[in-house]
């Protein structure tokens, strides 16, 4: 959903024509409100650096597995070339690629020099190590065809040089291993939602710090960064702000458990407290005209 405001300027660089529509939360996990407030190169810099890595988050991840079966075409979008680890019972290990609904072995060469491939692969290649040794069609047919009828983990010696074994796992997980959701991505989400907010006022020089912050990464004693997390998961992301005297807080909360208090010190603000949220579950965008509405819930649906 796209929703003109007149920001002239973008709001990062406050020098480039603010010409890229932007997600206020990132379209990889599910936010469809979108603003014109960035020039096209901050945009891009933006989401080369810091947007495309919100999805390998493992906080993201595993707040999207315990919803799967409420957001299941979000879940497939997160998940797709995600990496996932499959064991035997001797604890060892391999690398997985979640593809099309679907996990296949990420071809990799073990310390010993034998090949781990994904089976339909695996298939191909004995074929072809076969066929480099010389044997005829009917015979790499009459090789592959043992070695489809092979039971899991039995070895079986197919030529001189090429011995084989179906490998069968004990369990499968995803792997969590990736990057933590960079701050200056929820620090880039709670500036954006300021600026819709306080529309102009979003050039004063007195917000630099969270631009620097964001684009360079130098932390302000201006600006605190609270991540907290609650009992259970839902479909939904929120964003609402506290209008206090001394500080404004921007709370971003997503999935319902990921909560994220952005405090801006020293910066007050006499204006409408509207909130945003996002229905994962009926792909929805919810607008609440304050928080006591939102409390009450009275939003609009777009």
């Given at each position: 959903m796209?929703?003109?405001?007149d920001?002239?300027k ?10 890229s529509w932007?997600h206020i939360?990132?379209?990889?996990i ?6 014109q ?5 901050c945009n891009n810099?933006l989401?080369s ?6 999805k390998?988050?493992?906080?993201i991840?595993l707040?999207?597995r315990n ?8 879940f497939?979008t997160?998940?797709n070339h995600?990496?996932y ?11 997985l690629?979640?593809?099309n609904?679907?996990l296949?072995?990420?071809a990799?060469?073990k ?10 692969k ?7 190590m ?8 009917d015979e ?12 899991n983990?039995?070895?079986v010696?197919?030529s001189?040089t ?7 796992t004990e369990?499968?997980?995803p792997s969590?291993?990736?990057s933590?959701?960079?701050e200056?991505v ?6 954006e939602?300021?600026?819709l907010l306080?529309?102009?006022l979003?050039y004063n ?8 912050f964001?684009?360079?990464?130098g932390k302000?004693?201006k600006?605190?960064?609270e991540?907290l997390t609650?009992?259970?998961y839902?479909p939904?992301h929120?964003i609402y ?6 500080e404004?807080?921007i709370n971003?909360?997503?999935f319902?458990?990921?909560?994220y ?5 020293g910066?007050r603000?006499?204006s409408t407290?509207f909130?945003y949220?996002?229905?994962l ?8 005209k ?9 939003y609009y649906?777009?």
């Open positions: 796209k929703i003109k405001f920001f002239d973008c709001i990062l660089c406050v020098r480039n024509p603010a010409d932007e939360i990132p379209e990889s599910g936010g469809r409100l979108q603003i407030l960035l020039c096209s190169s810099d989401g650096k810091l947007i495309s890595k919100v390998t988050d493992p906080s991840r707040a999207v919803l799967k079966d409420e957001i299941p075409r979000l497939e997160i998940e995600q990496v680890v499959a064991r035997d019972k001797n604890n060892t290990s391999i690398k690629k979640y593809k609904s679907k296949e072995t990420i990799h060469k310390e010993d020099g034998s090949l781990i491939l994904d089976t339909k695996g298939i191909k290649n004995i074929a072809q076969l066929r480099k040794e010389g044997l005829s069609e790499i047919t009459g090789k592959v065809q043992s070695f489809n009828e092979l039971e983990n039995k070895i010696q197919l001189k090429v011995r084989v074994v179906k490998w069968s369990s499968i997980f969590l291993q990736g933590l959701l960079d200056k929820i620090a880039l989400i709670a500036y939602f300021l600026s306080v529309g102009n979003i020089d007195k917000l630099n710090f969270i631009r620097e964001i684009k360079e990464g302000s004693k600006l605190v960064i991540q609650s009992r259970h839902s939904y929120k702000p506290e209008l206090l005297e001394t404004i807080i971003i909360i997503l319902r458990w990921l909560v208090k952005v405090h801006l010190k910066f603000l006499l407290d909130v949220s996002e229905e579950r009926n792909r929805k965008t919810l607008i609440a304050s928080v006591d509405e939102a409390k009450r819930g009275i649906k777009f």
